[in-house]
């Protein structure tokens, strides 16, 4: 299972750092990546690490914003958002998923979904 938190209202230009918890199975995947749905939009991924936390990905929108990283003993990986924008505001989903790979952003590669947390940020 998945866990996530540390979503909320945050001004234009603020920072927020997302949670993600894994527990039981989950908590050995190799990949872990965030994902979001802004309203009215389909869910897009935002960034996506390894096991080690040797490889990332972002999203271009986020890239030199937004900081994935993991904490392998606690099983937790976070997102660091820094320099939110309006166009963040949306649902915030972490993802569990197998082996490293070049299609870490699609979303076929997660098999296990966390709940979602909402990041409002205001102009």
């Known amino acids: 299972q998945l866990q996530a938190s540390g979503g909320g209202l945050v001004q234009a230009g603020g920072s927020l750092r997302l949670s993600c918890t894994a527990s039981?199975?989950?908590?050995?995947?190799?990949?872990m990546g965030w994902f979001r749905r802004a309203p009215r939009k389909l869910r897009e991924f935002v960034a996506a690490?390894?096991?080690?936390?040797?490889?990332?990905g972002y999203a271009d929108s986020v890239k030199g914003r937004f900081t994935i990283s993991r904490d392998s003993a606690r099983n937790t990986v976070y997102l660091q958002m820094n320099s939110l924008k309006s166009e963040d505001t949306a649902v915030y989903y972490c993802?569990?998923?197998?082996?490293?790979?070049?299609?870490?952003?699609?979303?076929?590669?997660?098999?296990?979904w966390g709940q979602g947390t909402l990041v409002t940020v205001s102009n």
């Open positions: 993802a569990a998923g197998g082996a490293w790979s070049t299609r870490y952003s699609r979303e076929e590669r997660y098999n296990t």
């Open positions: 039981g199975r989950t908590a050995s995947s190799s990949t």
């Open positions: 690490i390894n096991w080690s936390g040797s490889n990332t």
